[in-house]
């Protein structure tokens, strides 16, 4: 063999190495929730047929250096559509059928509380792209009229879920869903401890943690036991701000709860997403200029240099929601202001 053609031949088996990393970094992706089955599919079938390309232009002898078989025909009698075999290079991985949910949101049902605006109206748009059947709830009527007419393919509903009344009545209508976000919201409990209205502490509480508190609690009944339920809580529970003390107290007794009841209400996944400073409608309440200041005082403090977006936070309610290996965990999207 020339010097030549043994460069050719090279170049060639470096290719092949490359298609197979490309292979097995797609298979990673996909496990860590970044590809849906078809997506996967399609790529898998490229990157095959370049492979075949390859070892037909080598030659068969080249055929030794490394065999690719993908079944991946979803129906085909007695083969598993979600085995690929690499024997030359021993290298096998078979995808099981956990794996395969691990993207896919099609026939399942989600249920978003809360999910009329900001944060929740993202997750819920997001999770509506892959695939779900997604029903958001919100106690402004006008408010959920909007979203309806914008948004065809979300189911929404007026509920009050500090009502353990509209919770019952809402969860028998709904019979059963696969996961349940927790979006719901309030406005009190800010201020220095020092003259720290213990009035306004307690409708803090009641609007944010006994409204998720009992609205999560109320939908263990018609809740997949297997699903995943997904508290928002926000980063002032980690954070030490003056001023924050009521607000670290009401998140920070949300997110003390996802540990033991991922143990007690197992195999039911149970996180919560933690957000930091994240430009929505929530602010729309404070007066133009203390909203303007305190937004931009927020995005200096981060160490990304700005706020969040719903979009952003939206993505990891869709995270959780969609990889069923987490589950006990409170993520933070805060642009590092738990680090401050």
């Known amino acids: 063999m020339t010097i030549s053609s043994q460069n050719n031949t090279d170049a060639k088996q470096l290719k092949l190495e490359a298609l197979y990393t490309s292979i097995e970094s797609l298979r990673t992706e996909f496990r860590n929730g970044g590809y849906c089955p078809d997506l996967l599919e399609e790529e898998i079938l490229i990157l095959r047929e370049k492979i075949r390309l390859i070892l ?100 929404t509903e007026i509920v009050d879920a500090s009502s353990p009344t509209d919770l019952s009545r809402f969860y028998a209508s709904m019979a059963n869903f696969d996961d349940l976000v927790l979006c719901v919201s309030g406005a009190k409990g800010a201020g220095p401890f020092i003259s720290l209205d213990i009035s306004e502490l307690r409708s803090g509480f009641e609007e944010k943690f006994f409204a998720q ?85 927020a995005a200096a403090a981060s160490l990304v240099g700005r706020n969040g977006s719903a979009g952003e936070l939206g993505s990891a309610i869709e995270f959780v929601v969609t990889n069923g290996f987490v589950t006990g965990t409170v993520l933070e999207i805060d642009g590092g202001l738990h680090l401050v």
């Open 56 to 155: 037909a232009d080598q030659g068969r002898s080249a055929a030794t250096n490394i065999v690719l078989t993908a079944r991946l025909k979803r129906h085909s009698p007695g083969s598993n559509p979600w085995v690929c075999n690499f024997s030359g290079s021993g290298q096998y991985f078979a995808m099981k059928e956990s794996e395969k949910r691990v993207n896919t949101l099609k026939d399942k049902t989600v249920l978003i509380m809360g999910g009329t605006s900001g944060i929740g109206l993202a997750a819920a748009r997001q999770l509506a792209t892959r695939g779900a059947s997604v029903v958001v709830t919100g106690r402004n009527r006008e408010r959920a009229d909007q979203v309806r007419k914008d948004n065809p393919t979300l189911r």
């Open 213 to 297: 508190f009992q609205a999560a609690q109320a939908a263990l009944p018609f809740l997949r036991k297997d699903g995943s339920l997904t508290f928002i809580s926000a980063i002032s529970a980690r954070m030490a701000n003056p001023g924050t003390v009521g607000l670290a107290a009401i998140n920070g007794a949300i997110e003390s709860m996802v540990r033991p009841l991922a143990r007690e209400l197992r195999p039911l996944r149970v996180n919560a997403i933690s957000p930091g400073v994240v430009e929505t409608p929530w602010w729309d309440r404070l007066p133009q200029e203390l909203r303007d200041s305190s937004l931009q005082q």
